[in-house]
């Protein structure tokens, strides 16, 4: 299915939205685009159409699923109850990028929750998901339409690389948006508890409810609660590293770190922003946004560790950013992408 940018309204009555609805009722697989990424959806009330989202992205069991609704109120038939900070957040940023755990009722297929007593809610807000999600009327379990470990798809390109063969449709919305995933938050409890950051920030959080509290596993100091964050992610198929740090002394270090890789043989590639782009010397050098505006680097992120796959490139070093607003995202993504291999030149470092 193309898409040419038309709304929400004129897509429902779409015969190739109905026909992909029709097959999502009927425990097909098929991918859409959301305002983050391209999801891989199914029903979620049908175990062996869940199952097969496992099978076609090569996901563990362990991982839960985020299950998509048209709204909150068609979510609310699903879950035990929403919490007054769950609907705080839902009134405030859905339709949106922001998925909220919550606890169920046990009627959602098993495999969608992994066995846990919660389930991940999910109010997208792209006019194709949100066509999709009115017309299937049934709620739709989709995490992101890659296979497992892969940099999440941000355009259907990327989802017919990674699953063609593997599903039964997909729609092509063009690029996604927000280029991160949804940020997830535990409503459970007295104070929410973010356990993965994404395409809504903290401080915007805390604007609508006070406090947020951050989940210790993001920060490596405990296993993070969320089962999908402890697994490598996002990873391109060359050897990573990130360096944190500020003008003269990052492209400095940056510069060293390729030129080390290159005296070795390897392919090297430099991941940078629109205010370095001529300041390096690789094989490839890859612009990934601006330092001035954090959401076109979250847009590209993802397309820029694919080209490096694409292009065939073995060492990659890439520039970091100070953990703030959307640049937390970027940062959790990046750092996963490298395992772990960041550098933080720190202030007035070098
Ligand atoms: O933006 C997004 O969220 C995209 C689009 C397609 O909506 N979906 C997505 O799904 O990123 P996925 O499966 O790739 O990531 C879901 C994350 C995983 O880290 C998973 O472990 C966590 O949410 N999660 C799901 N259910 C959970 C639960 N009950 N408790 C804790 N974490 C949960
Ligand atoms: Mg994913």
Not at 37 to 65: C, H, M, W
Not at 96 to 123: K, Y
Not at 306 to 327: K, M, N, P, S, T
């Amino acid at each position: 299915i193309y898409f040419d940018g038309r709304t929400e309204a004129s897509l429902r009555d779409d015969p190739m939205i109905q026909e992909a609805a029709t097959m999502l009722r009927t425990g097909k697989l098929v991918a859409f685009p959301t305002e983050t990424v391209y999801g891989l959806g199914a029903n979620a009330a049908d175990e062996t159409a869940v199952q097969s989202i496992f099978t076609a992205k090569g996901r563990p069991a362990d991982n839960p699923l985020i299950v998509h609704f048209a709204d909150e109120a068609a979510a609310i038939g699903w879950i035990l109850e929403m919490p007054e900070n769950g609907h705080r957040l839902a009134s405030a940023f859905w339709p949106g990028p922001l998925t909220l755990i919550v606890e169920h009722l046990g009627t959602l297929a098993p495999a969608v929750t992994a066995g846990l007593p919660t389930v991940g809610v999910r109010v997208p807000a792209h006019p194709i998901a949100q066509a999709l999600l009115s017309q299937a009327r049934v709620p739709v379990a989709a995490p992101s339409a890659n296979r497992s470990g892969k940099p999440s798809p941000t355009q259907a390109e990327h989802v017919w690389k990674d699953l063609n063969g593997r599903i039964h449709g997909l729609i092509d919305g063009g690029h996604s948006g927000v280029g991160v995933e949804s940020t997830v938050v535990d409503v459970t409890g007295p104070v929410p508890l973010l356990l993965r950051p994404g395409g809504v920030t903290l401080e915007q959080m805390r604007q609508v409810v006070g406090s947020v509290a951050v989940d210790p596993g993001l920060q490596g100091v405990a296993i993070p609660r969320s089962p999908g964050v402890k697994y490598r992610h996002y990873a391109p198929q060359g050897e990573m590293w990130v360096v944190i740090g500020n003008g003269e002394a990052l492209v400095k270090k940056m510069q060293s770190m390729a030129d080390d890789g290159r005296a070795r043989g390897y392919t090297v590639g430099i991941l940078t922003t629109e205010e370095h782009r001529n300041r390096y010397r690789a094989d490839y050098v890859l612009t990934c946004g601006s330092r001035s505006n954090p959401a076109s680097v979250a847009r590209y992120l993802f397309d820029t560790l694919r080209r490096f796959d694409e292009l065939g490139v073995e060492w990659i070093i890439a520039e970091g950013f100070e953990e703030e607003g959307l640049f937390d995202s970027v940062m959790n993504r990046l750092s996963k992408a490298a395992e772990g291999q960041v550098i933080d030149l720190g202030e007035g470092d070098i």
